[in-house]
Every structure is written in structure tokens, then in C-alpha cells.
């Protein structure tokens, strides 16, 4: 499966943006989907992530309440809606899935098998 990233940009602090990741190749239906980011110099961390269903999404003590993931499995699409940005969230976020024989949610990037080209996101103070 190959995964599309979208929708990042340039955004002051407190402002909104929405990234989209679309797949083609498979449908997305079956895989557990996450956002991560990452920022100059640092690791990739996790963001948020989604289950098959589109349920129970979890979210990293960063962003909680602020973001929101969800999902489309109509149009294949999992989104994550970002709001209040701050200066800090200022990274390249990508969007991953992990494998369709896997349903459990996963933190860590090493559990996820296919990953988007990242897009940057830039929180300006």
C-alpha cells in the first residue's frame, strides 16, 4: 500500500490545519492507521492513532485536545484535524499503517509497516 500525506503548511500560532492521507495500491479498511511527527533534530514521534473502526483513538499527552483523528474508509482517507497549533508542533508529520493481520493501536513507529512521504507543518509565533 502507498500512503499520500497532504495538507500541511504554513500557519500562525493558534490557528488550524487538516492533513489528509490517502491510500492507493489496498484499501485502508483493514489496517490500524497513526500520525507521527517529526521534528528538526529530534526522533519521530507519535501523534495520534486510529482503529479499523474509526474507535477509541488515542493520542500522545502533546496534543490531546487539540487534535482529532478520524477516519473514512469510504474514501480511504484517515485525517487528522489540528487545532490551537503551537510554535512547538512545528515538524513533518507522516501518516503510517500498520499491518491488516494487526488490530491493536501501537505507539511506536517500529510497529508500523507502511509509511507517507511526510508533510511539513509550520507553526509560526
Known amino acids: 500500500v502507498q500512503l499520500q500525506a497532504s495538507g500541511g503548511g504554513l500557519v500562525q500560532a493558534g490557528g488550524s490545519l487538516r492533513l489528509s492521507c490517502t491510500a492507493s495500491?489496498?484499501?485502508?479498511?483493514?489496517?490500524?492507521m497513526g500520525w507521527f511527527r517529526q521534528r528538526s533534530g529530534k526522533e519521530r514521534e507519535f501523534v495520534a492513532a486510529v482503529s479499523l473502526s474509526g474507535g477509541a483513538p488515542v493520542y500522545a499527552d502533546s496534543v490531546k485536545g487539540r487534535f482529532t483523528i478520524s477516519r473514512d474508509n469510504a474514501k480511504n482517507t484517515v485525517y487528522l484535524q489540528m487545532n490551537f497549533l503551537k510554535p512547538e508542533d512545528t515538524a513533518v508529520y507522516y501518516c503510517?499503517?500498520?499491518?491488516?493481520?494487526?488490530?491493536?493501536?501501537?505507539?511506536?513507529?517500529?510497529?508500523?509497516?507502511?509509511w507517507g512521504q511526510g508533510t511539513q507543518v509550520t507553526v509560526s509565533s
Open positions: 503510517a499503517a500498520r499491518s491488516p493481520a494487526i488490530t491493536v493501536i501501537a505507539r511506536s513507529h517500529t510497529q508500523y509497516s507502511y
Open positions: 495500491g489496498r484499501t485502508l479498511n483493514s489496517n490500524v
